[in-house]
């Protein structure tokens, strides 16, 4: 069982703002990476550390954290938003890392 | 441009093994941590191993003790050693370096478990 949890699926109207949670108790010592992943492609990095987003990714795009819990907001979904979500970082012990479940993202 | 080539995936009856290679390039192979990490066909992502640049490694439970992830700096190479392969480690395999923006997956290797 994964020790990051998200909700399986979220939908958001097109332009509209939605948020993709992920919660675990690693969460209380680090920062997660969040990852795009479109059908027969490779996972995309689109934030990591406290709210960074790499060159290329749209600025819609923000992360943040409180306590066991992380979030990705897109503000004003776009139709190429569409695509699954992944929330990652280093277990608190130390010893592995995980990830979460995943949440698909659709947008109407 | 960074970039990882993995390589040895195939299909293997269960119990036995596979040693699959990521190729590395235009970084400094030797300063970074890398990861394996698989994804099953229409599941979700599965952290697999990872090997720090002081070679200390780190694995998940299902696959400790069964799995050895090494290095070769003065290759540029990782390497997964898979014994004791199960139907449940059938998957994509891919290659990853994850240090802040430095960000880049291979392109995978398919792993199939059957008899």
């Known amino acids: 069982s994964s020790e990051l949890t998200q909700d399986p699926a979220v939908s958001v109207a097109l332009g509209q703002t939605v948020t993709i949670t992920c919660q675990g108790n690693s969460l209380r010592s680090y920062y997660p990476t969040w990852y795009q992943q479109k059908p027969g492609q490779a996972p995309v990095l689109v934030i990591y550390?406290?709210?960074n987003r790499p060159s290329g990714i749209p600025d819609r795009f923000s992360g943040s954290s409180s306590e066991n819990t992380a979030s990705l907001t897109i503000t004003g979904a776009q139709a190429e938003d569409e695509a699954d979500y992944y929330c990652?970082?280093?277990?608190?012990?130390?010893?592995?890392?995980?990830f979460g479940g995943g949440t698909k993202l659709t947008v109407l | 441009e960074v970039q990882l080539v993995e390589s040895g995936g195939g299909l293997v009856q269960p119990g036995g093994s596979l040693r699959l290679s990521c190729a590395a390039s235009?970084?400094?192979?030797?300063?970074?941590?890398m990861h394996w990490v698989r994804q099953p066909t229409g599941k979700g992502l599965e952290w697999v191993s990872a090997?720090?640049?002081?070679?200390?490694?780190y694995y998940a439970g299902s696959v400790k003790g069964r799995f050895a992830i090494s290095r070769d700096d003065a290759k540029n190479s990782l390497f997964l050693q898979m014994n004791g392969l199960r139907p449940g480690d059938t998957a994509i395999y891919y290659c990853?370096?994850?240090?802040?923006?430095?960000?880049?997956w291979g392109q995978g290797t398919t792993v199939t478990v059957s008899s």
């Open positions: 990853h370096i994850s240090v802040y923006a430095l960000d880049v």
């Open positions: 090997i720090d640049s002081a070679g200390d490694t």
């Open positions: 990652n970082c280093r277990d608190s012990s130390r010893s592995h890392w995980v």
């Open positions: 550390g406290k709210n």
């Open positions: 235009g970084f400094t192979f030797g300063t970074y941590d």
